[in-house]
């Protein structure tokens, strides 16, 4: 999770201001790269939904094109090369979160130990905080972003290597059990987790995508904005570890509350002018995107039972969708420093819109029969 998400899906984040000091890349640019990487994600959740391969191999895959997207990042300064690699690294990213939620999740699960999904999800933290690192010192030491991405291919390679093995032992824990793979009846469609996934891929983005370069428009020193990405990845891997121990027992209120959360976050540089609005916004926003991932996988595995994979792809798919949308909202947002304020405002709307409707579907689920019957199951 740490090379698929944090290499594949957000190396890019801290390496915009480096690339953009580098080769005068306009924050419009960068919106392209973004998007052709969401684009891919996209496509890829798209694929696994149709055709719902089995998750070891997917992941296994995706692992490999992670890491060799990445090193061709560092073989090339073309704005279209660089286009198709991040399109690529899209699609690799999806194949490794659907993978691993489809074979891991349901393992843990099946042997009491649902809660330990937050050490597999903390990973995505701790991928993006050490992409951070790396980013901040690449900023600091003035390291080319060509060299750059070649130790974020490195690391990816690493990454695959070792999970590799993991993905074949996987094979041999033995089948879910019952009580893990159950559905729960008519409760509500699951057309309302796809579209509050989507708006949560739409309302996250574009803090996910762009915070170092808003701080860099703050305080053009490498040392100082260069920590907004340690700082949101840090609190991304802790809050996995800590929102754990509820998303078992209430997923859909856990991810209800984490999306309002981040709305909040995502307005923050909005109201608090310099690096105190920065700070706010990874914190909130860091905080909750990964618990909300969690959040609404665990719910998925819970409704659907052995169909959970392509619900997740599905799910995946719609999030995708929504975050290949958000940074085209900047064409909109008009050329200048405040080029980010309409955006922002439409996804914290977005996002709180959305959470609304999941405190009325964490409602709807406390009132269902089916819902209590499956509460006393889990209290055993």
């Known amino acids: 999770m740490a090379s698929a998400m944090g290499i594949g899906r957000f190396a890019f984040t801290p390496m915009l201001p480096l690339m953009q000091q580098a080769s005068a890349l306009t924050l419009q640019q960068g919106a392209w790269l ?22 070891s191999p997917t992941a296994r895959a995706g692992l490999a094109a992670v890491a060799l997207s990445t090193l061709a990042m560092g073989l090339t300064d073309a704005f279209a090369p660089a286009l198709v690699l991040r399109f ?29 999904a937050g050490v597999v999800f903390a990973g995505v933290g701790v991928g993006i905080a050490l992409a951070g690192v790396i980013g901040l010192a690449a900023g600091v030491f003035r390291i080319a972003p060509a060299s750059a991405w070649l130790w974020f291919g490195a690391l990816a390679t690493v990454a695959a290597i070792i999970a590799w093995p993991g993905f074949h032992a996987a094979a041999g824990l033995g089948n879910v059990t019952p009580q893990a793979t159950r559905t729960r009846g008519n409760l509500p469609g699951h057309w309302r987790l796809v579209l509050c996934y989507a708006a949560f891929g739409f309302g996250y983005i574009l803090p996910a995508t762009f915070l170092p370069a808003l701080a860099r428009q703050m305080i053009d020193d490498a040392a100082v904005f260069g920590w907004a990405w340690p700082v949101f990845g840090m609190t991304a891997a802790a809050s996995a570890l800590v929102a754990s121990r509820w998303i078992p027992k209430a997923p859909v209120l856990v991810w209800a509350i ?12 909005l109201v608090f002018n310099g690096i105190g609005g920065i700070v706010v916004c990874a914190v909130c926003v860091g905080g909750t995107f990964v618990v909300v ?24 798919a719609a999030f995708a969708f929504g975050q290949l949308v958000g940074p085209l909202t900047l064409r909109a947002g008009g050329t200048g420093d405040d080029a980010l304020l309409w955006p922002s405002a439409l996804a914290a709307t977005v996002l709180a819109v959305s959470a609304c409707a999941l405190f009325a579907e964490h409602r709807a689920l406390r009132l269902a029969p089916e819902a209590r019957v499956g509460e006393a199951d889990d209290s055993r």
Do not use: F, K
């Open 34 to 55: 973004a998007s052709a990487n969401y684009a891919g994600y996209l496509a890829g959740a798209l694929a696994l939904t149709a055709l719902d391969p089995a998750p």
């Open 293 to 316: 991932t969690l959040a609404a996988i665990e719910h998925a595995r819970i409704v659907s039972g052995v169909a959970a994979p392509r619900l997740v792809a599905a799910m995946t």
């Open 88 to 116: 690529l690294a899209g699609i690799a990213s999806a194949c490794v979160l659907v993978g691993v939620s489809g074979r891991i999740l349901p393992i843990l699960a099946s042997r009491g130990r649902a809660s330990w």
């Open 258 to 269: 984490a999306q309002l959360v981040m709305a909040i976050g995502v307005v923050a540089p």
